[in-house]
């Protein structure tokens, strides 16, 4: 199984990115999927998710800036982020969830002030 994320960088306060992951697994749309961030020196949060059956959350921090949406004819989740603020830097990762648990490799999102 692989998740491979994709689109982080660095950008400035204001700025939007929109991150990736294209998930190696089936039947993909059986999976919730979730998008996770670390920040330096913290814990693991849960940033965004969202189920098979298309139900989203979010975590507070990011509700009305952020969006998570997923492809099923792709494969693919998506995390698009709009507004950015320092406090979203972190190294993002995509998270799938079905019976087993399994993690991407991450992708680093860098905002400057």
């Known amino acids: 199984v692989q998740l491979q994320a994709c689109g982080g960088g660095l950008v400035q306060a204001g700025d939007s990115l929109r991150l990736s992951c294209a998930a190696s697994?089936?039947?993909?749309?059986?999976?919730?999927m979730a998008w996770y961030r670390q920040a330096p020196g913290k814990q693991r949060e849960l940033v965004a998710m969202?189920?098979?059956?298309?139900?989203?959350n979010y975590v507070d921090s990011v509700q009305g800036r952020f969006t998570i949406s997923r492809d099923n004819t792709k494969n693919t989740v998506h995390l698009q982020m709009n507004s950015l603020n320092v406090e979203d830097t972190g190294v993002y990762y995509c998270?799938?969830?079905?019976?087993?648990?399994?993690w991407g490799q991450g992708t680093q999102v860098t905002v400057s002030s």
């Open positions: 998270y799938a969830k079905r019976i087993g648990a399994y």
């Open positions: 697994l089936s039947p993909f749309s059986l999976y919730n």
């Open positions: 969202i189920t098979s059956g298309g139900a989203t």
